[in-house]
């Protein structure tokens, strides 16, 4: 089985900046292709960012230059650095483990292993 918890959500004005962590609890958790997801109240569940288990990474249109995932393997932890952060980033946001590569990185269906979300709340 593997778990996932993510820490390190709040409130932020926009133009901050907040770093998001997940930790996982799986001995081999780098052979696992990782992603960010959120969800804003009456949306959607959209993919943010995805990190392989190469190190390939994948961003959403909307966050691609003021985002950055990134992934402590040693530690079985993942990261979402959010800078520059708008309004529209406001969701809760949950990261995800496929043990192997999804089809498609931004489908959410594909993912085995969920995380139980942070809230982010972006202020302006």
């Known amino acids: 089985q593997v778990q996932l918890a993510e820490y390190g959500g709040g409130s932020e004005q926009a133009g901050g900046s907040l770093r998001l962590s997940c930790v996982v609890t799986?001995?081999?958790?780098?052979?696992?292709?990782m992603g960010w997801f959120r969800q804003a109240p009456g949306k959607e569940r959209e993919g943010v960012a995805v990190i392989d288990s190469d190190g390939t990474t994948m961003y959403a249109d909307s966050v691609k230059g003021r985002f950055t995932i990134s992934r402590d393997n040693a530690q079985s932890t993942l990261y979402l650095q959010m800078n520059s952060l708008k309004p529209e980033d406001t969701a809760m946001y949950y990261c995800?483990?496929?043990?192997?590569?999804?089809?498609?990185?931004?489908?959410?269906?594909?993912?085995?292993?969920w995380g139980q979300g942070t809230q982010v709340t972006v202020s302006s």
């Open positions: 995800a483990a496929h043990r192997f590569r999804p089809t498609r990185w931004s489908n959410h269906e594909e993912y085995n292993y």
């Open positions: 799986r001995r081999d958790y780098s052979e696992y292709c």
